[in-house]
């Protein structure tokens, strides 16, 4: 390994790493260059994993081929950004547990956009939500915002659908890597999204979504945004787990307010009952979020 960038790439890839070994072993290794001679016994005090799983990374950082995989990522127009390059987005960079190392397929020139945006919200609208998404958030993709959301189903979906449709910009981040997406359905969405605009992930291309990944996701989404958009959450949604997120990370957290006999509504009017700012048109959320940049 002849730099220090592809050394942090390379332990990125290997199994039984996460974000919090990454960090002990560049307390115990700033430069990454012992850990390619330390032994077992070294590492194994520096790392909060089981015995296979240090198996399992010492056998990978002794046997992975990293500039036969970067050659392939080129090759698929895979763009692999550090927490130490100029490209690393400066909002994503603020949070607590920023992604050593994240993927990107398509436009990397979205990652400096200044007026960003996250939409999340059910997956299964009612006609109530998905009119809402058009009349808060198509304004805001008129005027320049670039929207960013998980490309699960329903308003996720729809709010990637927005800006396509309408020659804005969107940024989806997605659980897992780039071979699986995740739903299957939105593989179409997906293609579109990388071509045309930007499909970010933290997991290397090659790797499986697994349920822990996506509330880990969901802290990218509201880390790259001034602010999230609520738009209906039943009373458990894991759209509430990204804005609880958005405020850790002392982001804005907007909702959408809906009647009190609708299940997708109580999750949001409860947000807006602990101060989440109420939504009704995206001159509230321009003024609000205009007034921080």
């Not at 999340?120 to 109530?128: E, W």
């Not at 805001?140 to 929207?147: A, N, V």
């Amino acid at each position: 390994m002849d730099t220090f960038r592809k050394r942090l790439i390379h332990l990125h890839h290997c199994r039984g790493i996460g974000w919090r070994s990454i960090k002990n072993l560049l307390t115990y290794d700033p430069n990454l260059t012992r850990i390619y001679q330390s032994s077992f016994t070294d590492l194994q005090p520096h790392l909060p994993i089981s015995t296979s799983q240090l198996k399992n990374l010492m056998k990978d950082l002794h046997s992975s081929n990293i500039q036969s995989m970067l050659n392939k990522y080129s090759d698929y127009n895979i763009h692999i950004v550090t927490i130490f390059d100029d490209e690393y987005p400066n909002m994503l960079k603020q949070i607590y547990d920023p992604p050593w190392v994240i993927y990107a397929k398509g436009d990397i020139r979205l990652l400096s956009d200044q007026k960003c945006l996250s939409v999340v919200g059910a997956r299964y609208p009612s006609s109530y939500g998905l009119k809402s998404i058009e009349r808060v958030i198509l304004p805001l993709i008129q005027s320049g915002w670039t929207i960013i959301s998980g490309l699960a189903k329903g308003i996720d979906s729809k709010a990637h659908e927005l800006a396509l449709l309408n020659k804005g910009k969107t940024i989806a981040v997605i659980a897992g890597g780039f071979q699986y997406i995740y739903p299957k359905e939105n593989a179409k969405l997906a293609n579109m999204v990388s071509k045309e605009n930007l499909l970010l992930s933290e997991y290397p291309p090659f790797v499986r979504p697994e349920r822990w990944q996506f509330p880990m996701r969901n802290r990218i989404i509201s880390g790259l945004s001034f602010g999230t958009v609520i738009i209906e959450a039943r009373e458990s949604s894991g759209s509430l787990i990204t804005a609880d997120q958005a405020l850790e990370q002392g982001r804005e957290v907007f909702a959408i307010p809906g009647s009190i006999f609708a299940e997708h509504s109580i999750g949001t009017n409860k947000l807006i009952q602990q101060g989440a700012k109420l939504v009704m048109s995206s001159n509230d959320i321009e003024a609000e979020m205009i007034s921080q940049i």
